[in-house]
């Protein structure tokens, strides 16, 4: 079986730690991740992703914009976006706007492995 595509686009150190020990439970995903919102922007215009995970604010651009680009090339893409507290009404309006669902950093990263299982359950992602 082909390993599903994710992007994971962040540039906060401990975050970026946390969420590769979170994507360790998740072996058939095969993951690319960045830190540059000009590689991000090229990753999502020349690959398919099925799940996108994103900082909402990465320097240079918005988790919104890479919402959209994900799921214009991927209708179905799953997007998932990393959030501080403070920016939690952009990440309400991200998944009004189609986003899947959001974490608030720190204390949410938890919520991350339950969201996948979700996700590779009902989406069918996993390995059957």
Do not use: H, W
């Not at 992007?7 to 975050?15: N, Q, R």
């Not at 998740?26 to 690959?47: C, G, K």
């Not at 799940?51 to 909402?56: K, P």
């Amino acid at each position: 079986m082909d390993r599903k595509q994710l992007l994971f686009i962040e540039d906060e150190g401990y975050v970026v730690a946390r969420v590769e020990e979170v994507l360790k439970d998740f072996p058939y995903f095969e993951v690319t991740r960045t830190d540059d919102a000009e590689q991000a922007r090229e990753l999502l215009e020349d690959r398919v992703f099925d799940i996108v995970i994103t900082d909402i604010y990465l320097r240079g651009a918005s988790g919104l914009e890479f919402s959209f680009k994900a799921r214009e090339k991927n209708k179905d893409a799953c997007v998932i976006l990393i959030t501080s507290l403070d920016n939690a009404e952009l990440a309400v309006k991200a998944v009004k706007e189609g986003a899947l669902d959001f974490v608030i950093k720190p204390p949410g990263l938890e919520r991350l492995k339950s969201i996948l299982k979700m996700v590779t359950l009902v989406r069918g992602l996993a390995p059957g």
